[in-house]
């Protein structure tokens, strides 16, 4: 045995008998053949013990005053006690009535059959223990042989699959040497034919040179023709003289060409400053993917590349759940998740019925293409807060189906996603996704398909950065690209911007992404929250205004549950139509109309007084 330190090999032999050490020292055959030993004695010391009778008993009568003789009690067993008990009896006063059976031998005495029973039971139990120690002490040894027998196997597994990966990595040093040395050989073949070529090309050029010379010498003779030789040297000298009027100074042909290469003499830039924001042009016709953390600047970038489909002529559909439409002017918005399940419906359905379309039009893809953009149906679908998605949106139930038997399919999300995904960009119905990562856990928890967003999505990543003052999240005007089949990622640069775009249209008055005008109620409203909080709606309007419907619809909850006092923190969550929750920003807007309306009053931030009817 291994012992960890000296003291623990003193404790150890200190409580292991020197029996046991013998016993430990013996081969495995005589260890079995002690045990077998141990249990024989034990085995027949306690079949010893288990016959015969260890003490001598005197049986005896009693009889009775009726003068009856009875030698057994009431349950057949016979009266009888040891000579010593006996002994005891007689000198305390044995009653007279007491006789003994003669029947039962010599005076009722009956002599001990073994009296050596207790030593044969002590003979047994030290038998069966001391069998049970030997096969303890086998049991543990065992036990430590049975840890270096898993490591030995262990060891020779490694071992095994070591000289395995060995001997592959050895056929595979044998096969890419043997493919450098072809790709090698390949190689000298390809140069030695470039070569060939290249002298090929060189005689050409200078057979065309040769020629072109001829054909100069020809045309200066016939330009010469009739001229003396004074005449002609002094035309050579004048040819010499002249300037090329497009080669002047600093002037170089590039400059000829390229208008913005002016006689400067300076250096030029490596990339012009539009340059660098080409990749937006590649999120255009392809299915792409934006992903990043908080304040990375999703939707500010989000929003230029939509504008740059605008411009090329797409039909853009925003599917946000929380959106507006003064944020998305100029653009088909689709809010509410129910909404948006609806649209997810026809979309796929319209991608099908475009695929039919097409497999009975007769026309190449390019055709059908062509065909498509031609008559604008060149449709871009924006999924805006797509993480969300999954956990709000349901299979939508056809009109044809009853609602008891409808069970929404839990996969819609996924099937749409890969819709989209793989389907669109051969019907034109090209989706951008905003999400802030890109597993596909997030991305409808579709898992599995990493590989086909991969081969399928072109990714934009937008990297945020820390505030080193706020240590709040910001854009930080970086990020990267991977197109769509490739697994390189791409630096790249976003574009800057001062502002957030909100206008979509296409007006060429307008030179700028100008903020919406404001009405005159919002005037009004603004008037009331800055300047006339605490006041009645009635001082500064000449007549009550009427509320939009989802105003109405809080107004008429807040008067049916019975509250003075509103506090949109407080009632958010509690205030639903339809089934739909909003957000708090959405609640506010409607607390201005009904304030406007001088139906209440704000007393606080978010909180406002319902006026007693």
């Not at 057994?72 to 016979?78: G, I, K, L, T, Y």
């Not at 062509?370 to 924006?382: A, D």
């Not at 996704?433 to 890109?438: K, S, T, W, Y």
């Amino acid at each position: 045995m291994n012992y960890l330190s000296e003291k623990h090999k003193q404790l150890s032999e200190s409580q292991q008998s020197g029996l046991m050490k013998w016993f430990g020292q013996l081969p495995m055959d005589k260890k079995a053949v002690a045990i077998g030993l141990s249990l024989t004695v034990g085995i027949g010391s306690a079949a010893m013990a288990w016959k015969g009778e260890s003490s001598d008993r005197i049986y005896f009568c009693v009889r009775t005053p009726q003068k009856k003789l009875v030698c057994q009690d009431q349950n057949n067993r016979p009266f009888r006690m040891t000579p010593h008990y006996w002994e005891q009896w007689k000198l305390e006063g044995m009653p007279s009535q007491v006789v003994r059976d003669p029947a039962m031998g010599v005076n009722g005495l009956v002599k001990a059959t073994n009296p050596y029973k207790p030593f044969w039971a002590f003979g047994g139990f030290l038998g069966f223990a001391l069998a049970g120690w030997m096969l303890r002490h086998c049991q543990e040894e065992e036990k430590q042989r049975a840890v270096f027998e898993d490591i030995a196997q262990k060891r020779d597994a490694a071992k095994a699959e070591m000289a395995a990966r060995s001997e592959l990595l050895e056929s595979y040093r044998d096969v890419a040497i043997a493919e450098v040395q072809l790709q090698a050989d390949l190689d000298l073949i390809a140069n030695d034919r470039t070569v060939d070529i290249t002298k090929a090309e060189i005689y050409a050029h200078t057979e065309i040179e040769v020629t072109q010379m001829e054909a100069t010498d020809a045309i200066f003779e016939a330009q010469t023709a009739g001229m003396t030789d004074q005449q002609k040297a002094e035309y050579i000298k004048q040819l010499r003289e002249m300037k090329t009027p497009y080669l002047q100074g600093s002037q170089t042909l590039q400059g000829t060409i390229d208008p913005n290469d002016k006689v400067t003499g300076g250096e030029q830039p490596a990339i012009a400053p539009g340059d660098k924001y080409r990749w937006i042009n590649n999120t255009i016709g392809y299915p792409t993917l934006i992903f990043g953390g908080m304040g990375a600047g999703k939707s500010w970038t989000t929003r230029e590349i939509i504008w740059k489909k605008v411009q090329a002529g797409w039909n853009i559909v925003a599917l946000d759940p929380h959106g507006t439409q003064v944020e998305w002017r100029g653009v088909r918005l689709i809010t509410g998740y129910k909404e948006i399940a609806e649209f997810m419906q026809w979309y796929m359905d319209e991608m099908r019925q475009r695929y039919e379309d097409y497999r009975k039009s007769g026309l190449t893809e390019e055709q059908w293409t062509e065909q498509l953009r031609n008559s604008g149906k060149m449709l871009s679908v924006i999924c805006e807060e797509f993480t969300t998605w999954t956990d709000n949106i349901v299979e939508p139930m056809p009109d044809d189906c009853e609602d008891e038997k409808w069970k929404p399919d839990p996969d819609f999300i996924g099937k749409w996603f890969r819709c989209a995904m793989t389907e669109s960009r051969k019907q034109l119905m090209i989706p951008l996704f905003v999400a802030h990562d890109r597993t596909m856990e997030i991305l409808a928890k579709a898992k599995g398909l990493s590989k086909l967003r991969d081969a399928a999505l072109l990714e934009v990543e937008l990297i945020a950065t820390i505030d080193p003052i706020t240590t709040e999240a910001k854009a930080s005007g970086r990020g990267r690209i991977k197109l769509p089949g490739h697994g390189q990622w791409i630096d790249i640069e976003l574009p800057k911007l001062d502002h957030k775009r909100i206008d979509f249209r296409l007006d060429e008055s307008r030179t700028v992404n100008e903020p919406p005008s404001i009405d005159k109620a919002t005037l009004e409203r603004i008037y009331e929250l800055e300047f006339n909080l605490g006041n009645k709606a009635g001082d500064t309007q000449d007549e009550p205004k009427k509320l939009s419907p989802m105003a109405q619809k809080l107004y008429e909850y807040l008067t049916r549950t019975e509250r003075i006092e509103a506090d949109v923190r407080e009632f958010k969550g509690n205030f639903k139509v339809n089934g739909e929750r909003f957000i708090v920003e959405q609640i506010k807007g409607w607390m201005y109309e009904i304030v406007g309306a001088g139906m209440a009053d704000w007393i606080a931030e978010g909180v406002i007084k319902l006026n007693q009817i």
